[in-house]
């Protein structure tokens, strides 16, 4: 099993940033894939940005050069850091963790983490 914890979530201007952690605990023979997706009110949960291990990171085009995504392996962390936000931004984030337990892969997701950002 994996226990994803998020924090750095909160409340912000258009314009600022914050830097979101997912940290995974746990039984795992390892998390081959961790990101962040997020919903807005409303609105169905999206992609924000995923790390592969061996495959590099992808990003929703909505992102694209104000986000990065990174990864501290020796700590099964993954990290979020959002600049320049805009109010449509606005959103409950959450972690997303592929994690192989006993030769089988599995998907695990945090608790979520608010974040505004306000005009």
């Known amino acids: 099993q994996v226990q994803l914890v998020e924090s750095g979530g909160g409340l912000v201007q258009a314009g600022g940033s914050l830097r979101l952690s997912c940290a995974a605990s746990g039984t795992f023979f390892s998390i081959p894939a961790m990101g962040w997706y997020r919903q807005a009110a409303g609105k169905q949960r999206e992609l924000v940005a995923r790390?592969?291990?061996?495959?590099?990171?992808n990003y929703a085009d909505s992102v694209k050069g104000r986000f990065t995504i990174s990864r501290d392996k020796d700590r099964n962390t993954v990290y979020l850091q959002m600049s320049s936000l805009k109010p449509e931004d606005t959103a409950v984030y959450y972690c997303n963790a592929d994690g192989i337990v006993s030769l089988v892969k599995y998907t695990y997701w945090g608790q979520g983490t608010q974040v505004t950002v306000s005009s």
């Open positions: 790390i592969i291990s061996g495959a590099g990171t």
